[in-house]
C-alpha cells in the first residue's frame, strides 16, 4: 500500500528541521543562542527544529549565518519550499475561486506529455463534461465554504482546459472504478450526459480509458485514493483537506506499481462501454 502522502509531507518538513538543528549544534549554539543571534525568541527556534512551524526563507538566511554558514543558505531554502510544495490545503488554492484554480493550470496541462489518474469515486476531470463538472464543482465550494461560488463558472473552465485530449503531443492512460459510474453528480440530465461520452472519449486516439469491474473475480490490488501522475515527474494526491504532490523517485515508482496493477485488472474497448451503458440504463 503507497506510504499515506500526508506522512511523506510531513518527513520532508522534518528533513528540514534536523538539518536547520544539525548546524546549530555543529556552531556550538544553544536554542536561545541561536534565537538572540536571529532576533526572535528562542521557542520560535524550538518551533522551527521540532517541524511544529515552517521557516521562512528570511528565517533560513538568518539562521544560516548566525551558524556560518551562509553558502548553504540557497539549497536550504529551496528544500524547505519543495516540503511545503508537498502540502497544500485547498482553502488556499482556493481563495481565489474554483474558477481561477482550474485555469491556472492549463499551460501546465499543455506541457504535459503523459497523464496517469486513477479515480475511485469521481469521473476523472479530464473527461468530465461542463454540467458534471459544475454539480461536482458547486457541491465543493458548498462544503468548503467558499464566499463566492463560482461553480457554475468553473466547470466551464475545468472543460476548456481539458481540450487538451484532443491537442496532438500528448497521451492519456486513465482508470475508473465501476461504482464510481453511478455516484450521481449534479441532476439526472448531468450524470447522463456524462456517461454518453465517456462512450466516446474512450475512442479518442490519444486516450485509453479502463474501468477495474466491481465483480472483478480476484482484485490485485484494493481501490485507492485518487492520484494523478504527470510524466514521471510527480504523483499528486488528492485528500479531503490538501492536495499532495510526491516527487520522490522511490514514491514515484511505488504509485506506478499500483497503477499498472489496477490497469491490468482494467477492461477496455467494447467491454468497458458495457459498462458505462449499463450505468446509463441504471439511470432510467
Not at 461536482?136 to 458548498?142: H, V
Request: one cysteine or more.
Amino acid at each position: 500500500m503507497p506510504t499515506s502522502p500526508s506522512s511523506s509531507a510531513q518527513a520532508a518538513r522534518q528533513a528540514v528541521a534536523e538539518r536547520l538543528r544539525d548546524l546549530r549544534r555543529a556552531a556550538g549554539l544553544t536554542v536561545t543562542e541561536l534565537g538572540a543571534a536571529c532576533g526572535w525568541h528562542h521557542a520560535k527556534t524550538s518551533r522551527m527544529e521540532n517541524a511544529r512551524t515552517a521557516p521562512s526563507a528570511k528565517d533560513i538566511t538568518a539562521w544560516c549565518h548566525a551558524c556560518g554558514v551562509e553558502a548553504l543558505t540557497a539549497d536550504l531554502v529551496a528544500q524547505s519550499l519543495n516540503a511545503e510544495s508537498m502540502y497544500s490545503e485547498w482553502r488556499d488554492q482556493m481563495r481565489g475561486g474554483i474558477k481561477r484554480l482550474q485555469e491556472s493550470l492549463t499551460d501546465f496541462y499543455r506541457e504535459t506529455r503523459l497523464f496517469r489518474v486513477y479515480s475511485s469515486t469521481l469521473i476523472p476531470g479530464l473527461l468530465q463534461t461542463e454540467g458534471y463538472a459544475a454539480g461536482l464543482l458547486t457541491a465543493i465550494a458548498d462544503f468548503r465554504q467558499i464566499p463566492v461560488n463560482d461553480g457554475a463558472e468553473a466547470g466551464a473552465a475545468r472543460v476548456a482546459r481539458s481540450r487538451v485530449i484532443y491537442e496532438p503531443g500528448h497521451r492519456f492512460v486513465l482508470l475508473i472504478e465501476e461504482a464510481a459510474l453511478y455516484y450521481r453528480i449534479g441532476d439526472d440530465e448531468a450524470m447522463a450526459a456524462q456517461l454518453g461520452f465517456l462512450l466516446t472519449a474512450g475512442a479518442l486516439p490519444a486516450v485509453s480509458l479502463g474501468i477495474v469491474p466491481s465483480s472483478h473475480p480476484q482484485r490485485r490490488q484494493w481501490p485507492h485514493e485518487t492520484f494523478h501522475m504527470y510524466d514521471d515527474a510527480f504523483v499528486s494526491v488528492e485528500l479531503l483537506s490538501a492536495q499532495v504532490k510526491l516527487t520522490q523517485p522511490s514514491e514515484i515508482a511505488l504509485y506506478l506499481r499500483a497503477f499498472e496493477n489496477l490497469r491490468s485488472m482494467a477492461v477496455y474497448g467494447a467491454d468497458a462501454r458495457a459498462l458505462v451503458v449499463r450505468a446509463i440504463d441504471a439511470l432510467r
